[in-house]
């Protein structure tokens, strides 16, 4: 598997136990170090391995966590640093997310180390339609 297409598998993971509201492999798709972050629209910074998974818990636990496709998702490698940036769709509207990964050096996997979405002026142009994509 390439670099790029191991990076997207590792996005199409973080979406996946989004999708299946899976903590434990939440937090197996993070790199776990204080140094992650994440900004989720509408909330403050959040900064390190505790805060940003207590974070996905409290979304997990609440009443009605959103259903969120990515679609579009477009990967970049630069050394040991992975940037995917997709749109994620929700129902009928769409946010854009960057999501930054590190390669691990112990066993060569993508860990994300930062995740922000917001709203997104327009919806994707092009579907997502890699055969492993998460629809």
Not at 5 to 28: T, V
């Given at each position: 598997?390439?670099?790029?297409?191991?990076?997207?598998?590792?996005?199409?993971?973080?979406?996946?136990?989004?999708?299946?509201?899976?903590?434990?492999?939440?937090?197996?798709?993070?790199?776990?170090?204080?140094?992650?972050?994440?900004?989720?629209?509408?909330?403050?910074?959040?900064?390190?391995?505790?805060?940003?998974?207590?974070?996905?818990?409290?979304?997990?636990?609440?009443?009605?966590?959103?259903?969120?496709?990515?679609v579009?998702?477009?990967?970049?490698?630069?050394?040991?640093?992975?940037?995917?940036?997709?749109?994620?769709?929700?129902?009928?509207?769409?946010?854009?997310?960057?999501?930054?990964?590190?390669?691990?050096?112990?066993?060569?996997?993508?860990?994300?180390?930062?995740?922000?979405?917001?709203?997104?002026n327009?919806?994707?142009?092009?579907?997502?339609?890699?055969?492993?994509?998460?629809?």
């Amino acid at each position: 598997m390439s670099n790029r297409a191991a990076l997207l598998f590792a996005n199409d993971a973080f979406y996946r136990a989004f999708a299946d509201a899976d903590i434990q492999s939440m937090a197996a798709v993070w790199a776990a170090d204080d140094g992650i972050t994440c900004l989720h629209p509408g909330w403050a910074p959040l900064r390190g391995y505790e805060e940003v998974l207590s974070s996905f818990q409290s979304i997990f636990d609440g009443p009605a966590p959103p259903a969120i496709t990515p679609v579009g998702a477009e990967a970049t490698v630069h050394g040991t640093i992975g940037i995917v940036i997709c749109y994620e769709r929700i129902g009928p509207d769409h946010l854009i997310a960057t999501n930054v990964f590190r390669q691990e050096s112990n066993n060569g996997g993508w860990k994300l180390i930062h995740h922000q979405a917001g709203p997104a002026n327009e919806p994707p142009v092009v579907e997502d339609s890699r055969p492993d994509a998460i629809n």
